[in-house]
């Protein structure tokens, strides 16, 4: 297991581009947002400058600052929609996706459970909609080796009945979890039930997101309600309740081996310097935990 950290966290801390912000915090490795126009961020330069995943030459650009920076790409992330009206064109954006991982060499694609109407459809019918969308989308890029990660994401991506769901009706090798360490926290589950369903869906994992929590005494083991006072209780990754030691054990023990990618979610209520300190602090504390 190596560190990651995502795109947006690193924009967040209000680095200048992402090779300045890895450096800085002595992180190896980048997860990169796909926009719906194709395009991803460079590493080299500012965040306004994007590379297309359509473009040949834009891939071979982003390949050689990899090179160049010395930078794991651990995984393209997308906030898929598969009850969207343009269906098709759904596919076709995760297909694009995929195929420019295969080009870089990018082991899994982050795939999002939150879609259009979810709150108002019975969950069977929520499972069928999101389970043909990936089968679609693994089907059209059948030679592929790479992974797709569902995240544990929003009302129905935090429920285990939904998840199961859906890996028991696609039933491949390519589909598993981008588990979120701090989602089912936020979704409400007491703390302890947290640990469980990590060990209940660790041999799943494809790729992890990392968050954390805060909560007074009193409620850390109680049933809440979905993202009670989350914005004020959301915290750096390492100061929060959830033990990430006790996450990463999990993981280890289900033999995942890919990257911890770090998204801090609390960055916006601390001024820059403290925002680039708290993710140099998470940083140290998850290298200190793979050592």
């Not at 050689?64 to 920076?69: C, F, R, Y």
């Not at 954390?212 to 929060?240: A, F, L, S, W």
């Amino acid at each position: 297991m190596y560190i990651s950290i995502r795109d947006e966290t690193v924009y967040g801390a209000n680095y200048t581009t992402l090779a300045e912000g890895l450096q800085d915090l002595e992180i190896e490795g980048v997860e990169l947002w796909v926009r719906r126009d194709y395009t991803i961020p460079s590493l080299k330069q500012p965040s306004s400058v994007r590379l297309s995943i359509n473009s040949q030459s834009d891939i071979a650009r982003l390949k050689a600052e990899a090179s160049q920076e010395g930078i794991k790409i651990a995984a393209l992330c997308m906030g898929t929609n598969f009850n969207s009206e343009l269906r098709d064109q759904e596919v076709n954006w995760v297909k694009s996706t995929i195929e420019a991982s295969d080009a870089l060499q990018i082991p899994v694609v982050r795939i999002d459970a939150i879609m259009h109407n979810e709150d108002s459809l019975p969950l069977d019918e929520r499972m069928n909609i999101v389970a043909d969308g990936i089968c679609r989308c693994l089907e059209a890029t059948s030679s592929s080796s790479v992974d797709l990660g569902i995240e544990n994401h929003g009302f129905q991506g935090n429920d285990p009945l939904f998840l199961h769901g859906i890996l028991n009706k696609v039933r491949s090798e390519r589909l598993g979890l981008t588990l979120d360490s701090g989602n089912f926290y936020w979704r409400g589950w007491p703390l302890h039930k947290v640990y469980d369903i990590f060990a209940e869906f660790a041999q799943f994992v494809k790729h992890t997101h990392l968050k954390n929590i805060r909560y007074p005494d009193d409620i850390r083991e109680t049933q809440r309600e979905m993202g009670y006072e989350y914005g004020k209780y959301v915290c750096p990754i390492h100061e929060g309740d959830i033990d990430h030691s006790r996450y990463i054990s999990i993981l280890k023990n289900a033999d995942y081996t890919r990257d911890l990618c770090l998204e801090d979610e609390s960055l916006g209520k601390y001024s820059t310097e403290v925002r680039q300190h708290n993710l140099r602090e998470s940083a140290k504390t998850f290298r200190g935990f793979l050592r």
